[in-house]
């Protein structure tokens, strides 16, 4: 891979799934309610550091339209697009890319009192979306989502994003109607929303 490449592969993933999760939480009408945090999410953990508390900005994913800030208020977002996470070491029980960027995830959404949500993509393989007990059980609420991988000692529940943004609703952002108000609409089409 040419110098810059992964970087760049990485931005691009993560401004998809920015995309992806706001057409979730609005039902399909904006795709630019959430986007990429500063130094992914440096700035808060800087802060945290040094008593301060950014949690708003922690973790790869921010809110940068009013509808963004309850998925943000209670979820901390990691993601990854990574050549090989090695995922049979993950059944296996064995160390992993993986298993090594949810501990950290962990930990870095306890600092920050919110649900860890590490959203992972290995080259040629299906988006994964990981989250604890917690994060399921907010994420299934109508009881059809099925984990691809339990990890009950790790408190990691595996599933792919499709099947997330597929079968469930956006359980947060309950208040975006599925068709816009006709001003909504007229100021999306003048460009000034």
């Not at 990429?36 to 008593?51: D, E, F, P």
């Amino acid at each position: 891979m040419r110098s810059g490449a992964g970087k760049q592969k990485g931005s691009a993933f993560e401004r998809s799934i920015c995309s992806l999760l706001s057409k979730w939480l609005t039902r399909g009408y904006r795709s630019d309610i959430l986007w990429r945090s500063a130094m992914s999410g440096g700035r808060a953990t800087v802060a945290h550091k040094k008593g301060q508390e950014l949690a708003h900005v922690s973790g790869d994913i921010c809110a940068v339209h009013p509808l963004g800030h309850p998925f943000v208020a209670k979820f901390f977002c990691e993601l990854k697009f990574y050549r090989d996470l090695r995922l049979g070491n993950v059944v296996a029980g064995k160390p992993s890319p993986l298993t090594t960027f949810w501990i950290k995830a962990c930990e870095q959404a306890r600092d920050h009192q919110k649900i860890p949500m590490l959203i992972a993509k290995q080259n040629n393989l299906p988006i994964l979306l990981c989250t604890n007990t917690m994060g399921r059980l907010w994420l299934n609420q109508s009881g059809t989502l099925i984990q691809t991988v339990a990890l009950p000692g790790m408190d990691m529940d595996v599933f792919l994003l499709d099947d997330v943004l597929a079968t469930t609703s956006p359980f947060i952002v309950g208040t975006v109607s599925s068709k816009p108000k006709l001003k909504h609409a007229r100021l999306a089409k003048e460009g000034k929303s």
